[in-house]
């Protein structure tokens, strides 16, 4: 054997040498078997994905703007390229935003791109429950995992809202105010919450150090827990999945002539890539709930799972650099004397401050010297009833027997309708978040909408969720009694 010859066998059994030392070392033999585990191969099922996503460009921007921005509201003489502010003392978080936006290069690109990944995360959660709530994806033994969730659509609202107000300009601070305010609402607590989260009296010195401090650290540090627990839960527990066509062949059962078998076919419907199942290579029956059926994590959800990644920063590239953002330099610095004509908070919490706006004061009272105000009732108890109500769900449409496969919200009429009414509540309580836009486009004052707002934030829900419950249960009858007549008809 010449040398050449032994360089050549030396160099090709370095890969199975270096594959072993890392075996040893790392159990890579396991990590194989994960990498061939199956994702169901539908499109709904990467909302998550997108948050993932977003929540990954959050903290990329963030660690960007953190390196510049001063969370303080010590008044500094403006230097920057703004020319109305040239020489006026400013809030030095309010100068720093403005020199993030203005001076930085690529500063007001990474501003815009961290507003609206703060967007697409809570309105990707948003979806990925709506799809979740709506196939029944939650039910017995995935409980827990809606449970996650809902805290992670929580803490994601938190996560805006704290960063709402770091500029410190009239309109966000103003707006922050109204948080403040339903913070020292709560009876008994409200003035130890009031110190805890803003510092004590809104705005004080304290109040963007400590919204700064939640911003950054306590609450993404609490939403990176949870997706690890979300995640943990997800592999643990596998993918739900679609009811299939019929029986899926393993992978020794595939046609000679290479075409795809028909449980293969809906499967594959991401790709070209043959389905694969935990079931491994044993064909699984069509009612078959222990093993999902779908493609391998490598490289064929990888690859899906990187265009992903590539639209998601494709889509907030494009977002960031044609629509701008909330621009602080028209607004200027916070002025306690002044009040924006106009304020409102962000779509996501639009329904929250819908409530505040409907709830006459007579609803507030007194009790034992303890005082009720309709800020705690509307911006506190109504939405925690709503999250609890969300959070508790799986335990109200519960069973006794694990359910693996997802079901048509067509086949299911009263969590349909159930979730139709929900989802009408809250865009009626967020159109009457925007009263006074909605009395300015009809002509009309506050005083007028408000009543008729007030009932369709009652009626609107019942009368949608029982019209969709009566509809989707005549089909349901229906399919029933076709069902019925076509075994008869067989027997």
């Given amino acids: 054997m010449s040398r050449i010859d032994r360089l050549s066998e030396r160099a090709s059994g370095a890969s199975g040498r270096a594959y072993g030392w890392l ?35 959050l903290v990329l921007t963030g660690i960007f703007l953190g390196m510049f921005f001063e969370p303080s509201t010590t008044g500094v003489e403006y230097e920057g390229s703004v020319q109305k502010f040239q020489g006026e003392e400013v809030p030095e978080s309010f100068a720093s935003v403005l020199q993030i936006t203005y001076d930085v290069p690529f500063g007001m690109f990474i501003r815009r791109m961290h507003h609206w990944a703060a967007h697409l995360f809570v309105a990707s959660i948003g979806l990925h429950m709506l799809r979740v709530f709506f196939t029944g994806a939650y039910r017995n033994p ?32 103003t707006a922050t105010g109204i948080g403040y305010n339903l913070a020292t609402s709560v009876p008994l607590v409200g003035d130890v919450i009031g110190k805890a989260v803003f510092g004590g009296e809104f705005p004080s010195s304290a109040t963007i150090p400590r919204l700064y401090f939640l911003h950054v650290l306590v609450i993404p540090a609490a939403i990176a827990v949870l997706l690890a627990v979300h995640m943990a839960i997800l592999v643990r527990q596998k993918h739900t999945e679609a009811p299939r066509d019929d029986d899926v062949p393993g992978q020794g059962a595939r046609p000679a002539d290479g075409a795809a078998a028909p449980g293969e076919a809906s499967a594959g419907d991401a790709g070209d890539a043959p389905a694969v199942s935990d079931g491994g290579e044993a064909t699984v029956a069509k009612e078959d709930d222990t093993v999902v059926v779908g493609l391998p994590a490598f490289p064929n959800q ?16 494009a977002l960031a650099g044609f629509l701008p953002v909330h621009n602080i330099a028209e607004y200027g610095p916070n002025n306690p004397a002044a009040t924006p004509e106009l304020i409102m908070p962000d779509w996501f919490l639009m329904w929250v401050y819908g409530f505040l706006k409907l709830l006459p004061t007579w609803m507030s009272f007194t009790v034992l010297g303890v005082h009720v105000s309709t800020e705690f009732l509307g911006g506190v108890v109504l939405p925690t009833l709503v999250f ?28 349909t309708a159930v979730g139709v009414a929900a989802v009408q509540f809250i865009m009626v309580a967020s159109i009457a978040g925007m009263n006074n836009l909605l009395g300015r486009a009809l002509g009309v004052g506050t005083g007028t909408v408000n009543p008729i707002l007030s009932a369709a934030l009652v009626v609107v829900p019942v009368v949608s969720g029982l019209v969709t419950y009566y509809v989707l249960r005549g089909g349901s009858e229906a399919a029933d009694a076709d069902t019925t007549t076509e075994a008869v008809d067989d027997d």
Avoid at 29 to 38: H, P, S
Avoid at 153 to 166: K, R
Avoid at 302 to 317: C, D, E, G, Y
């Fill in 302 to 317: 990888a690859a899906v799972s990187a265009v992903v990644f590539f639209l998601t920063l494709a889509a907030l590239s």
């Fill in 23 to 57: 075996d040893d070392r790392f159990d890579v033999e396991r990590g194989r078997r994960f990498l061939g585990k199956a994702f169901p191969a539908e499109d709904s099922f990467l909302l998550g994905e997108v948050a993932l996503v977003c929540f990954l460009v």
């Fill in 388 to 415: 609890a109500a969300v959070a508790l769900w799986p335990f109200v449409d519960y069973r006794e027997e694990p359910t693996h496969f997802t079901a048509s919200p067509l086949d299911r009429p009263w969590q």
């Fill in 142 to 173: 995935r409980e827990p995992n809606w449970v996650v969730g809902t805290g992670l659509a929580g803490l994601a609202m938190g996560a805006a809202y704290t960063g709402y107000a770091l500029p410190f300009d009239e309109f966000a601070a």
